[in-house]
């Protein structure tokens, strides 16, 4: 027995209530895939019963599990090639110079789902820019699912996973081969931890970040969620840092806290200091 379409709008409304994502209706047959494996150990044969449990029970562990198997998460190894070339240009060597006396530096890979995008910046420290081995460098990712943050912390990618958008030089560099499996150097693992973290609500364990990744993240919220999340990013950043979006993605349309800038083919933001 398949969903009726006033099962899918209650579905849509708990994700948006669970992570301010916005599923299209046209996409409503994600449902069925994703959230079998939910409904088999919470006791119910299928989706629309999944829904009858909801309804009946709004625990928040099952209210979350359904959001988190929803989330897009969509990546791969230094994914569209121009705001990593922009990082190497432009961005590093700048944060280098204006945190030199601190020696650290922060980045956070915000939705970062299995990883790749944390680690990519990881090995492009570790190639690019020897003079950071004494400092303290934190990469930090952070997803609404438990599930693809187990996958990014253990650092191991299959065939396919790493033939998208690594470099054959880095890979050999930076990987060691297990089975069927591809397994990062400890070297750039040990640059990055992930953790759980709703973008609406960031938690306050958080750093300060020079560098923020968001990219690809924000076309699945509304319009009032994104002025809310670009508030929550602003005040996790430092003042002189650099915030990366989508190719698709603009910031002006929600916010008057970034201001957009270009480098290296790519564009980037800077906070907005208001004093």
């Known amino acids: 027995m398949s969903c009726s379409e006033t099962d899918y709008a209650y579905l849509r409304k708990v994700v948006l209530e669970e992570s301010a994502s916005l599923i299209d209706p046209a996409r409503n047959l994600w449902f069925e895939g994703r959230l079998n494996p939910i409904a088999r150990p919470a006791v119910t044969q299928n989706v629309d019963g999944l829904v009858e449990l909801l309804r009946v029970d709004r625990t928040p562990h099952l209210q979350r599990a359904v959001a988190e198997a929803m989330t897009i998460n969509e990546t791969s190894f230094f994914r569209d090639a121009r705001p990593f070339d922009m990082l190497r240009s432009k961005a590093i060597p700048e944060l280098i110079r204006q945190n030199q006396a601190e020696r650290t530096l922060r980045v956070w890979s ?25 400092w303290d460098v934190k990469i930090v990712g952070t997803d609404l699912s438990r599930t693809v943050l187990e996958v990014a ?49 960031p938690p306050p364990t958080l750093p300060v970040f020079d560098l ?46 970034f201001e957009m800038e270009f480098a290296s083919e790519s564009y980037f933001y800077r906070p907005v200091v208001s004093y």
Do not use: I
């Open 153 to 201: 912390r253990r650092g191991r990618y299959r065939r396919a996973e790493v033939n998208r958008g690594l470099p054959a030089k880095m890979l050999v560099k930076y990987f060691e081969r297990d089975g069927d499996e591809w397994e990062l150097s400890m070297q750039a693992r040990e640059l990055c931890e992930f953790q759980y973290a709703n973008l609406c609500a």
């Open 110 to 134: 915000a939705a970062c789902a299995t990883g790749q995008e944390a680690y990519s910046v990881a090995m492009l420290l570790l190639e690019h820019f020897p003079e950071l081995k004494d």
């Open 212 to 257: 923020v990744l968001m990219r690809n993240v924000l076309l699945y919220f509304s319009e009032q969620d994104r002025s809310d999340v670009f508030a929550a990013v602003h005040r996790q950043m430092d003042p002189r840092g650099f915030l990366l979006l989508g190719n698709s993605e603009q910031a002006e349309d929600s916010t008057d806290q």
